[in-house]
């Protein structure tokens, strides 16, 4: 009997597709499969590799030894390699060894649609064939409900390495997470968590944002099954999943997809659209058919095998522009002489259109920071199709406002009250992202001026803007209960804070902001439209008082929200409002409760004094460096 025997499991309409680049379902048929065949179990290995003059399969089952197992090339010049190999099973660890028709070039690499890989640094993949019962169904079916652009999105994002540590500062596992994260983020009442990538990378510092094993869960924290665990365990919880993806670049590691088969496969050849300067890395071929229906069918995979519910696509600027961190000459214009790379840009339509398409309910979300037009605009009308956008400059305004001493901010109001020129120009996602808290940037916590209080008060305040602020929210974990040193990917967040009162007061009041967000139609049902915002006042910059409106379909439901940005109270300050029926204060970031000294409004009284425009107004008290919500 042959080492290899000839099996397939492409069918010619499969073949064609792939070579047009419109099989995105690639994983089904390239990489391992554990299958029987004529009675005997084994394996199928199919990998893509146009270059290779041979392509041995090597393993812990054949000691590593080349030439064993040869893989038949198939006949139809679509690159493809492939063959059956008996009595390999699941669990057995391999590699694709490739000779090059390119002078002889000989590369040792893992499977690029690997199910599960080695755990680092050894870099071997892993043969693996998970069944799961997933236990999602009523999530799954609601889903559309809970993951529409007029529903809250309030995302705790997760760095799984560092989210907690068990003793020995040793990683959780998937299973461990799905006990202690999940019951977190639900008492928490986030509606969504975030991961930062979990496909398998060779290294830590990375943040895992240099990837070799795109279609593996990393093995740091256990078996694909287990992670399908943890997502289960959200959705069977009510929150949704979204995973950072990455098809913006990927690390030169000898066992990754760089020079694959001897030959720029995956990467563009022209190292001026090839390389990435910033992060020493390598860039897809967006215009080569069969790396777009990888990336695609990669993007697929997780929506249709895991349950995912979003798609936060990494690094968008970096794909569309062909001058992104490069000086000049060291880029070439396209076909029209503009920046705009033309083939990454059509290949974000295509898998937005695809994925959208595909899937009841998704998202994608653009993680892009330029003022390239319509991010989040249909595809049918000039847009790229994703579903929100960063709004990466509300987030330096904000920060760079929130960091200046209070008696300096009435200067500087315009930080603040910009972002509202250009809030409905995308579907924006508020963000204060990982980016924000490394790097000496300091925490959320240590950015706010003044001494221990006023920074408590500051960081409440700044939360409380953001979650009035039309767009959707984003947290990174730690700042929901003031971490005060930076994050480091390291070690654990600093739990231990919590058992401090304006600690754990942040915590409640994150917690307590959640629940106000959810339950208040006026803060997302309308959150991408100019419908849902207007200013009550936005000049008083002496007094560093803002105050507006937030509306959503039903009138009745409009909240009324003024922020005081200094630190001292302020009494009887006059405030129009649209309505002469009674108003109550509803939220109010000074309670003591949140570690506030406790300056609240209990009886509010509507006169028909007219102010601000209106025929009715209202008198209350502002608390120092407080937001207060009323109805």
């Given amino acids: 009997m042959p080492k290899v025997e000839v099996h397939s499991l492409f069918t010619e309409f499969d073949v064609n597709l792939f070579k047009a680049g419109k099989h995105f379902k690639l994983y089904e048929k390239l990489g391992s499969h554990p299958i029987e065949l004529n009675g005997v179990k084994g394996t199928y290995f199919a990998v893509w590799a146009p270059s290779a003059n041979d392509v041995s399969v090597i393993g812990d089952f054949n000691f590593w030894k080349v030439g064993e197992h040869e893989l038949n090339v198939r006949w139809d010049g679509s690159g493809i390699w492939e063959g059956f190999i008996p009595n390999v099973e699941k669990g057995a660890l391999y590699k694709y060894n490739i000779g090059s028709t390119n002078y002889g070039i000989r590369t040792e690499k893992a499977d690029p649609f690997a199910r599960y890989c080695e755990a680092p640094p050894k870099t071997g993949s892993v043969v693996w064939d998970g069944t799961y019962d997933w236990k999602d169904t009523d999530w799954m079916g609601y889903r559309k409900e809970k993951n529409g652009l007029d529903k809250p999105y309030s995302v705790y994002e997760v760095h799984l390495g560092s989210w907690k540590r068990n003793k020995d500062n040793q990683f959780m596992s998937y299973l461990e997470l799905a006990e202690d994260l999940v019951a977190y983020v639900k008492e928490m009442n986030f509606t969504h968590v975030e991961f930062m990538p979990i496909m398998e990378y060779p290294y830590d510092p990375s943040w895992g944002y240099q990837l070799t094993g795109y279609f593996a ?98 690094a968008v600027a970096s794909m569309i522009y062909l001058d992104y961190s490069r000086e000049e000459g060291e880029w070439e214009p396209n076909i029209y002489g503009s920046n705009e790379n033309l083939d990454a840009i059509s290949f974000l339509k295509e898998m937005n259109q695809q994925l959208y398409a595909s899937f009841d309910g998704i998202q ?200 005081n940005f200094t630190p001292i109270t302020r009494e009887k300050y006059r405030i129009g409002v649209p309505k002469a029926t009674k108003i109550k204060e509803v939220f109010n970031s000074d309670a003591k409760k949140y570690g506030g000294s406790g300056v609240l409004n209990n009886a509010i009284k509507t006169t028909k004094i007219p102010f601000h425009s209106y025929e009715n107004s209202i008198e209350i008290t502002l608390p120092p460096l407080g937001i207060v919500i009323l109805q």
Avoid at 251 to 278: I, M, N, Q, T, V
């Fill in 217 to 314: 869960p990393t093995s740091r924290f256990g078996n694909p099954e287990e992670f399908k665990v943890l997502v289960d365990k959200l959705h069977q919880n009510d929150i949704g999943v979204i995973l950072d993806w990455v098809p913006s670049h990927f690390p030169e590691d000898a066992h990754g997809l760089g020079f694959f088969d001897g030959s720029h496969l995956y990467e563009h050849p022209d190292r001026r659209k090839g390389y990435h300067p910033d992060w020493k890395s390598l860039i897809f071929n967006y215009g080569r058919n069969e790396v777009r229906a990888f990336l695609i069918s990669n993007a697929m995979f997780w929506l249709d095998q895991f349950h995912v519910d979003v798609l936060r696509v990494d």
């Fill in 364 to 563: 994608t979300i653009a993680e892009e920071s330029t003022a390239f037009s319509g991010v989040s605009k249909p595809v049918d009308m000039g847009g790229l199709g994703f579903g929100m956008k960063w709004m990466m400059g509300w987030m330096h305004d904000t920060l760079e406002y929130f960091k200046k001493e209070p008696i300096y901010r009435k200067h500087h109001q315009n930080d603040l009250t910009f972002s509202m020129t250009y809030a409905f120009s995308e579907n924006f996602m508020l963000p204060f992202s990982h980016d924000e808290v490394v790097y000496g940037k300091k925490s959320l916590l240590n950015r706010m001026p003044g001494d221990e209080w006023q920074k408590f008060a500051n960081l409440r305040l700044l939360f409380g803007y953001m979650f009035t602020h039309p767009g959707t929210k984003l947290v990174f974990m730690g700042g929901e209960f003031g971490q005060s040193s930076e994050w480091n990917f390291q070690n654990s967040l600093d739990w231990h804070l919590t058992q401090y009162p304006l600690h754990s007061g942040v915590q409640e009041f994150v917690k307590d902001l959640n629940n106000i967000y959810k339950n208040y139609p006026a803060l997302y049902e309308k959150q991408f439209s100019p419908e849902s915002f207007q200013w009550i006042d936005y000049g008083d910059s002496e007094n560093s008082v803002l105050t507006y409106i937030r509306k959503g379909h039903d009138k009745k439901n409009d909240l009324i929200i003024a922020c």
